[in-house]
């Protein structure tokens, strides 16, 4: 998609991106100039990031009171999901340079 800047140097950021991200007025964005392209970002606020993993932690905690899974981590569900722990590789696992 394309925009044009304004003469003030102002965008407006097509409807169709803004919906996508759940953009809306007052919502910050961090422009990032280093790579060859201009990479724009959406700022989120640390506070209510920290607050919605909070309280999608309480809930999964909740929802695995008794279940097998309720001490395991992350990495032991995946692998009890997979049927057993995947092999991680040794260098002498690959072919030789």
Do not use: Y
């Not at 097509?14 to 919502?27: F, N, Q, V």
């Not at 724009?40 to 929802?63: H, S, T």
């Not at 049927?83 to 690959?94: A, I, M, N, Q, S």
Request: hydrophobic share 40%; charged share 30%; glycine share 8%.
């Amino acid at each position: 998609m394309i925009a044009t800047v304004s003469s003030e140097g102002q965008i407006t950021i097509p409807l169709a991106i803004r919906e996508r991200l759940g953009l809306k007025a007052g919502d910050r964005i961090d422009f990032d100039e280093e790579p060859t392209v201009l990479l724009g970002r959406r700022v989120i606020d640390r506070a209510k990031w920290d607050e919605a993993v909070a309280e999608l932690q309480k809930m999964a905690a909740e929802n695995l009171k008794g279940h097998p899974w309720e001490h395991m981590s992350s990495a032991e569900m995946i692998d009890d999901m997979r049927g057993g722990p995947c092999e991680v590789p040794t260098r002498g696992d690959f072919p030789p340079d």
